[in-house]
Structure formats: structure tokens, C-alpha cells
């Protein structure tokens, strides 16, 4: 039996994120990971660092990660930072092509200056030439936001994770949790590799973060969902921004490698149970639509690859991020609906924040668990 | 019809090679409804590639390739005639579990649902990663060979081979009867084909004809004057292309100047399909290479999917044949047109054939297993050619930790490449089992997922055949933008 403050559960970005900030603050915390760290979603994503078109009650928190992934260099040091690939200020834009979208794209910056947010901008047809010289005629303008861009999403979960380590954090792979139980000595962790006593544990547990749930009777939504995304061969240098449709299935951008990552809600068929996924050609064909309608000079890329990973799907498809509803001690941070990337630097530091000090700066109201009812579905006010 | 207006077929095969061809054969003939496809324009496979032009133009090929090639033509004709369909210039770039076949033909895709697949995808060459592997000039045995069959192309400047396998002297003989400019012949395997076989003679009884045929190759070799050596620790020079092979032969350095350098290293199954698939795949240890697990009938684990032929491990173009129409028996059986009793019954004789065919490929096995000096890998040596990753950069990354060959390609790109890590999935698990001291079975596989061959994006977005509502329906919010995944 192993004994330690803080045991995480799950090695993608936001565990190995929350290692790396209670380890900062003076805790000694052991992450469980039953396959390997980035296996999933953190290291297997497009690597979307967006604020642009984001949930409302996602933006303060957006925001803050927006300003981590600035800093990262802070937080890993040097050598690690630049490991993560993160290519900030070249933008994310929305693309309209129809004048309803370009509707839709004024009432959303009107919604979002009266809340107080002025990241999002309208373009006109012009300003997107500008940013992106390559988009066919039918584009006609869109949303912006300037200071998005795009990071390497294998290396980032990586360099969390030796962080994590640098900073007294233990990682253990191939390490499955089976049981969760609470005694008088705190909680009692088995898995597949030993068992693990702790004070305080951590559900970063991806997709199947409600099995960790369930093992101390707390229901939470078991839906998930398989992100595909298709890659070209390497092509000569033509984009800066990553761009993502508005009404029509569309988010690519060209990596550091000149490969085109193309993806944009194409779902694959997910397998919990075998911890993958496959990708499915059917349901590829909307996405390399918008695509060879939207970049002409992509008509004549060739797909090498696709591959898919697996995610939580909230019902609202906003993150849970908060204390456990049934038992002290445990936290969650799961359910990142396909958009957690972005959120990696700066969950694990709210966490923290929220273990230690009871509180977060951030408002995070709207990612409790107690929106969910005891069999784990959504509260009709939680809406 | 034609392959990109072919909706649905009750039995697809993969490929036309002995195995495909003597599969497609017996499964029409036993009334089902088949369709071969084949990236080729003519069906033969690997070692029958091209016959029937090659015979009807006679003239040259067939003599110099010899009789075992134009064996192949009673195949073909068989197969023509026995109403199979037949896609030539398809290649196939997905097979999904469904039994969805999705084909590529003249530059347009479209996805064919099959009752019933049989990969009969055959073999490749194994990469050889020897330092200056990469250079241009430096291509394979068997490539060489296909362009003969192919295009009839004979090298016209001098060229040295190297490796091991059957391969080696077949072409180098073949080479050699063409008029080809041949330098010099380097044998890397372990010890000599005639000792060998001395020793192997109890197993070996029956097959005098095949072992002569080897030795036969050699002597007609020696006494063309043709410069044979074995040797190991190869290492290829040259700045922008390359310029000369060296190697350890008898305690010495030989160096050998040459623009044009063919390596063997033997054969390996062309398992891209079954491993997208996720079939079970088990590590073959004398023939270091992964092979899917079949049962008799060649049945993968993807419940609609059998494999024939080398695809299933090396077994040769003989024994392919056999391992085909096996297939073709499970295949009727599970259709529907004949019982269980009868594909046994029928299964006896190929059963048998193969089994003797077994013995012979044990000792193939055997004396062709890539050399100790042939594997070592120097830091500098490439192992993924698409992304350029080096055998020392992969040790760096295993150094700090890396214990899996899919946190490797994630990492260093290695595999990532237009050839889908085709080229270096062997090099890259056998460099983690040598660092880590593991066990290569335990070292897993890429993962792959479809296309297994480059699919245009254009072809992509114009699909045909595709049900876009396949997809299942996600209970979130809906209707606004900014609500999505
Ligand atoms: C294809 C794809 C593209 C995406 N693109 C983007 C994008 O561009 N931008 C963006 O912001 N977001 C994107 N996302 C979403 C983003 O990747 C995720 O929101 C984020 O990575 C979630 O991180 P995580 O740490 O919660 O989950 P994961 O990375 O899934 O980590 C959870 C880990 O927990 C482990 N685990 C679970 N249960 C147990 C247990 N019982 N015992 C031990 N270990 C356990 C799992 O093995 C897993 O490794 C994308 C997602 C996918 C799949
Ligand atoms: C380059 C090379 C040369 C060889 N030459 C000889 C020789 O001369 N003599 C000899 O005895 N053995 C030779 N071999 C070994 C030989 O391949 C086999 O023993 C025999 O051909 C195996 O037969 P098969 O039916 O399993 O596959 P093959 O004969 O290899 O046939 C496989 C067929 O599948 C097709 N195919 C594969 N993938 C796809 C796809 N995705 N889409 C569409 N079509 C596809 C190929 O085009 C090919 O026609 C050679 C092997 C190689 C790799």
C-alpha cells in the first residue's frame, strides 16, 4: 500500500495539469493512468487553441487559459514551453458563407460586448482575404479572435507532465483504477497495480470519468462521443489561422509539419470497453466538402490518415469542474465536450486553488457537479 | 457495371494474386456472387505479374523468367473464365468491419458492402534500414523485379544486390539471363544454401526439384562470372545518391562502387488491412513479422473478414494457392451454398498440400532469417523515410521514458508519414524491444485506421455509395454555433 496527500486519476492534460499545480503547492500528488499519458484525448486532439465562438459560461475560464498558454513558459520553464509547439495571435476565424451566418456573427458580437467581452470582432470579406489569402470567393467575412492559435496536443500533455515530475508529482502508467472507497484514514484507491491510500482525490478521468463516479454512487452522464480527424500530406505553406465553420462542418488548420489537420464534429464510432475508436469514411465526406469548397488549393491534397478520440459529452456540453456531491475529498474536472484543449493550462490551477483555498478567482458556478440529479442527468434549471 | 457503380457484392477479395485468383475461382464456381479487386491493370499478383501480356507478347519475359512464372497463366485463365468479376486499377483504401469496401478508381471513390472479405493483399519486401538505405539509387530486389514483369525494364547501368531470400539469386539469376549489367551478388544470410540444406535433408524429401532450382541459380550465377560474396555489416556511401556498398566479408572490408544497389531482405506480410481492422496479430518469430491469427480457413478475428496467402504469413505462391481456396470453401460455407460437411470434405486435399508446403517454408525460414549484422541499427540510420526519424533519436526518446511504439510515432512523427508507417512499423518495435530488453510481441503495433492508402480529399468529398446519416445522434444542445463540440 502506497500513501500520499492527492491521488489524480486519469494522465491526460488536465491530470497531469493538476499534479503539476498541487505538486507546486507543497502536495506530493500520484497520477493513475491506466494506459499510457496523452493515450486519449490530450494527446490525440487538433490542437485548437480557441476562445473564439466558445459557450458564454466557458469565457472567464477560456480567458485565463488564453492568458497561461502566454505565460507558459512560467509555468514549465523554457525548454518544456516550447516543447508544447503553442502558436499564438495567428487567430481562429469563423467562416460565413451565407449572409444568415454573417448575421449570426454581428448578433453574437453584440451578445458578447454586453457581457463584456470584446475578443470576438466581425470581418468583412476583405479583412479574411487578408488573413487567409487562400479562401475561395464564397466566403464572405466571419468571426475573429486574434490572440488564437494552435499547439502541439502530444507534446503539451507531455510537457505537463514532466513538470509535474520536476516538480516532486508521480506518474504511474498501465495503472488502472478499479475501487474508490472512504474510510476513516481517507480514501482507499485499488487498482489493477497496488493499492493507494490519499487524503483528497482527483477524477480527471476523460471519457470514462463517470466510472470513477459510479464507484462512489454518484451518477453522472455516461455520454461520450469519438472526435475524428483526417490529415493530409505535408503541403507547401498557405495558412496562418485555424478557421472553423460557422453553420457548415468545418475546423482545420496546417501544422508546423505543412500536414493539413481536418476535422470539425466528424464522429467516429467510439468503443469504450476497448478504449478506442474507429474512424468511419461515410461521415468524412461533409467535412472534405466545406473543406474543398471553402480552399480550392486543397483540391488536390490526399488524405494519409484519420484517426479519432475519445470524449465526454456534458448534455451542455460544458466541462464539470467542482467537489463531489456525495463524498469530501473528491473533485472532478471531466466532460470537456470536444473543446478541452484550449482549457488545459488553467484547470488544474483552479483546482488547486479550489482544494487548498476553497476558492477560485474564476466563476465556475456552472460546471458543478450538483447540476446533475443522483442517476446523472441534467436538472431541467440547470439549463 | 464497374467498381465505382458496383454497389454491394456478396463476396470481395482483395487482391489478384495465386492466393486471390484461385479464391475468386472456386468461390464462383461454387455459386457465389464475387468480385476481385485489385490495384494492378491485370490480375497475376506479385509473382504473376503481367502474365498474360508477357505470354501473348512473348518474345522475351517468359523464358527469362522462367517456368514457374508461366505457371501463372493456367491461374488466370481459370479465373477469367469461371465468371468472377474482375475491378482491375482499384486500389482499395478501406475495409471496415462492416464489410465496406472502399475502392479508388479512376480517381473516384466509392464504398462497396460486401457479405464477405478476403484479403489476399500478398506481401512486401522488408525495409532494409542500413545506414544510406535512403539514397536515391538504393531501391529493392523485388522492385527491380517488378519493373521487368511490368514494364519490361531492364537495369542498363551495372547493379549490385544485397540481402537474403529466395528473392535474391531468383532476380540476380533473372537479372543475369536478361543481359542485365550485374556487378556483383552479396549474400548476407547466415551460413551457405548447400550446407544448409545438407542438414535439413529428412525434412527435405520431395522438394530436390525446388533446392536444385536454388543451387542451379548460384552455379549458372558463377559461371556467368558474376562476383558472389557473403558479408554482413553493409553500409551504402554516397552524398546525393549512391555511391558505393561496403561491407565485412572473411575478416575484410569490401567496397564496391556502383550507382545502382538492390537490398532483400526477404519478404513480410502486407498486413495494413487487418491491422486497421484491429485484428488479433501475432508476432511470427521465425519470420519477424507480424501476422494476423487465422483459424484454419484463414478467418481473421474481424468476424466478416478471412485472409489467403502471404497476407497470412509468408507461405509462397504454391502454398497461396491452396490458402485461397480454403477461403473460397469457408466463404460458400458461410453464404450459404454449401454445408459444413462438404467444405471439409473439399478442404482435405489443400489441407494436405500445405502441410508439405509447410516443411519447405521451415527451412526457407530458416536459412533466410535476417542476419544479426543485417539488424543492428547506428544512431544515424533512418527509420521512417516519410518524416526523416533516426534510429538515435528514437533511443533518445525510449532514454527518457517512452515505452510504447504509438507514444513513439506520436512524439517523433515516426510513422506519421505518406506511407503509413509501412516502411519503419518493424524497425520501430524491434529498436524498443533492443533498448528496453522487452520482448518485440509485447512491443504492440502501430495503430492504423483508414485510409490505409492515400485517398484524394476531392474523392473524399465526392463519395459515392456513403450513408451520411450513419452517424449516431448526439443528445446536446443544438441549433446555436457557439453550442458545439
Ligand atoms: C479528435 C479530437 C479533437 C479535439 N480537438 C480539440 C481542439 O482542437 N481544441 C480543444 O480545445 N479541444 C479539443 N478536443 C478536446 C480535448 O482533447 C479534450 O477536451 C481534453 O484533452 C480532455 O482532457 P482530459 O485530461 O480530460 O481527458 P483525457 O485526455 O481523455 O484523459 C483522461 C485519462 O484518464 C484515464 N483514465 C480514465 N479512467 C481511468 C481509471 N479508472 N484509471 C486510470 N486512468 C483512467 C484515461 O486513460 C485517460 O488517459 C478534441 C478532442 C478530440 C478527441
Ligand atoms: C516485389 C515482390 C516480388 C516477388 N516475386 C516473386 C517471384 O518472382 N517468385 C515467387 O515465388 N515469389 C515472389 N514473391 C513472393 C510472392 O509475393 C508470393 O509468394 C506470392 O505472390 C503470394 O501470393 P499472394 O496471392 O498471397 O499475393 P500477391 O501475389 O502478392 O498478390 C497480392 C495482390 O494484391 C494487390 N493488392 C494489395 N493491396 C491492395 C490494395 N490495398 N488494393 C488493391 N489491391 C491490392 C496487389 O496489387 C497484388 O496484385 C515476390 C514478393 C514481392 C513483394
Wanted: proline share 5%.
Amino acid at each position: 500500500m502506497t500513501r500520499t496527500d492527492v491521488i489524480v486519476i486519469g494522465g491526460g492534460l488536465h491530470g497531469c495539469c493538476t499534479a503539476l499545480h498541487l505538486a507546486r503547492r507543497g502536495l506530493r500528488p500520484i497520477v493513475l493512468e491506466k494506459n499510457t499519458v496523452g493515450r486519449h484525448a490530450s494527446g490525440v486532439n487538433a490542437g485548437g487553441v480557441r476562445q473564439l465562438m466558445r459557450h458564454t459560461a466557458e469565457i472567464p475560464l477560456s480567458m485565463a487559459a488564453m492568458a497561461a498558454w502566454e505565460t507558459l513558459a512560467e509555468t514549465l520553464g523554457p525548454e518544456l514551453a516550447a516543447n508544447c509547439g503553442f502558436v499564438g495571435g495567428v487567430g481562429q476565424i469563423g467562416i460565413a458563407q451565407s449572409a444568415q451566418e454573417m448575421d449570426w456573427c454581428h448578433e453574437r458580437v453584440a451578445e458578447m460586448h454586453a457581457l463584456g467581452y470584446d475578443f470576438e470582432e466581425v470581418i468583412d470579406q476583405e479583412e479574411l482575404r487578408r488573413l487567409v489569402p487562400s479562401v475561395a470567393d464564397i466566403c464572405r467575412g466571419g468571426l475573429v479572435s486574434r490572440r488564437d492559435g494552435h499547439a502541439n496536443p502530444f507534446r503539451t500533455t507531455q510537457s505537463f507532465r514532466r513538470r509535474a515530475e520536476q516538480l516532486g508529482a508521480r506518474i504511474l502508467e498501465r495503472t488502472r483504477v478499479i475501487g474508490l472507497e472512504q474510510g476513516d484514514g481517507g480514501w482507499t484507491v485499488t487498482t489493477d497495480n497496488g493499492v493507494f491510500r490519499a487524503d483528497i482525490v482527483v477524477n480527471c478521468g476523460g471519457a470514462w470519468a463517470w466510472q470513477a463516479g459510479a464507484m462512489v454512487g454518484e451518477g453522472f452522464p455516461k455520454s461520450h462521443f469519438a472526435s475524428t480527424l483526417m490529415v493530409t500530406s505535408r503541403m507547401p505553406h498557405f495558412i496562418d489561422p485555424v478557421v472553423i465553420g460557422i453553420d457548415r462542418v468545418l475546423s482545420f488548420k496546417q501544422t508546423e509539419a505543412g500536414t493539413v489537420v481536418i476535422g470539425g464534429g466528424i464522429l467516429g464510432d467510439p468503443d469504450l470497453d476497448e478504449e478506442t475508436a474507429e474512424t468511419v469514411a461515410d461521415r468524412m465526406m461533409e467535412s472534405a466538402e466545406t473543406v474543398y469548397e471553402f480552399f480550392p488549393i486543397l483540391r488536390k491534397a490526399t488524405i494519409v490518415r484519420t484517426w479519432a478520440g475519445l470524449e465526454a459529452l456534458m448534455p451542455d456540453i460544458i466541462p464539470v469542474i467542482g467537489p463531489s456531491r456525495v463524498a469530501r475529498g473528491l473533485w472532478h474536472a471531466f466532460g470537456f465536450s470536444g473543446h478541452g484543449f484550449q482549457l488545459g493550462p488553467i484547470v488544474g490551477s483552479v483546482l488547486a486553488d479550489l482544494i487548498l483555498d476553497g476558492e477560485s478567482p474564476i466563476p465556475l458556478d456552472a460546471f458543478s457537479p450538483s447540476r446533475f440529479t443522483a442517476e446523472g442527468k441534467l436538472k431541467p434549471q440547470a439549463h | 457495371m464497374t467498381g465505382t457503380e458496383r454497389e454491394n457484392c456478396e463476396l470481395a477479395i482483395i487482391g489478384g494474386g495465386p492466393a486471390g485468383l484461385a479464391a475468386a475461382t472456386l468461390a464462383a464456381r461454387l455459386g457465389v456472387e464475387t468480385v476481385l479487386f485489385d490495384e494492378q491493370p491485370a490480375p497475376g499478383g506479385q509473382v504473376y505479374r503481367n502474365i498474360e501480356a508477357n505470354s501473348r507478347e512473348t518474345g522475351l519475359l517468359t523464358p527469362i523468367l522462367g517456368a514457374d512464372y508461366a505457371r501463372g497463366l493456367d491461374l488466370v485463365r481459370a479465373f477469367r473464365a469461371s465468371g468472377a468479376g474482375f475491378e482491375p486499377m482499384s486500389a482499395v483504401w478501406q475495409v471496415a468491419a462492416n464489410g465496406k469496401v472502399g475502392i479508388s478508381r479512376d480517381e473516384r471513390a466509392c464504398l462497396v458492402r460486401a457479405r464477405r472479405v478476403i484479403l489476399a493483399t500478398g506481401a512486401m519486401e522488408r525495409p532494409v534500414p542500413v545506414p544510406g538505405w535512403t539514397l536515391p539509387g538504393v531501391i529493392g530486389v523485388g522492385a527491380i523485379q517488378t519493373l521487368m514483369k511490368a514494364s519490361g525494364i531492364i537495369p542498363d547501368r551495372p547493379v549490385v544486390l544485397a540481402g537474403s531470400g529466395p528473392l535474391l539469386y531468383l532476380v540476380a539469376f533473372q537479372l543475369a539471363k536478361a543481359g542485365a549489367p550485374l556487378q556483383a551478388v552479396v549474400d548476407t544470410s547466415g551460413g551457405s544454401l548447400a550446407s544448409a540444406a545438407r542438414q535439413a535433408l529428412p525434412i527435405l524429401a520431395g522438394f530436390a526439384g525446388d533446392l536444385l532450382k536454388g543451387l542451379s541459380w548460384i552455379a549458372a550465377l558463377k559461371a556467368r562470372g558474376i562476383a558472389l560474396y557473403r558479408g554482413g555489416y553493409l553500409s551504402i556511401e554516397g552524398v546525393s545518391r549512391v555511391e558505393a556498398v561496403s561491407f565485412r566479408s572473411g575478416g575484410r572490408r569490401i567496397r564496391i562502387a556502383t550507382a545502382l544497389l538492390a537490398l532483400h531482405e526477404g519478404v513480410i506480410p502486407n498486413n495494413q488491412i487487418t491491422t486497421s481492422l484491429r485484428c488479433q496479430h501475432a508476432w511470427d518469430r521465425t519470420q519477424l513479422a507480424w501476422r494476423p491469427e487465422t483459424d484454419a480457413f484463414g478467418a481473421t478475428t474481424s468476424p466478416l473478414v478471412a485472409v489467403a496467402g502471404d497476407g497470412a504469413g509468408i507461405a509462397g505462391a504454391r502454398a497461396a494457392v491452396h490458402r485461397g481456396r480454403l477461403a473460397a470453401l469457408d466463404a460458400a460455407f458461410r453464404l450459404g451454398r454449401i454445408s459444413r460437411n462438404e467444405r471439409d470434405d473439399r478442404a482435405r486435399a489443400d489441407r494436405q498440400a500445405l502441410l508439405r508446403e509447410a516443411r519447405f517454408r521451415s527451412f526457407l525460414d530458416r536459412i533466410y532469417r535476417p542476419s544479426e549484422a543485417m539488424r543492428r541499427l547506428d544512431d544515424e540510420t533512418i527509420v521512417c523515410r516519410c518524416e526523416e526519424v533516426t534510429a538515435g533519436e528514437l533511443r533518445q526518446l525510449i532514454g527518457e521514458g517512452f515505452s510504447d511504439v504509438n507514444q513513439l510515432k506520436s512524439f517523433s512523427r515516426c510513422g506519421m508519414g505518406q506511407c503509413q508507417g509501412r516502411m519503419c512499423a518493424g524497425t520501430i518495435g524491434r529498436l524498443l524491444a533492443d533498448e528496453t530488453k522487452a520482448d518485440i510481441a509485447d512491443m504492440g503495433q502501430y495503430r492504423l485506421r483508414i485510409p490505409v492508402k492515400p485517398l484524394p480529399l476531392a474523392e473524399l468529398a465526392a463519395l459515392g455509395n456513403a450513408d451520411r446519416n450513419s452517424g449516431p445522434v448526439l443528445e446536446v444542445a443544438d441549433g446555436d454555433p457557439s453550442q458545439r463540440i
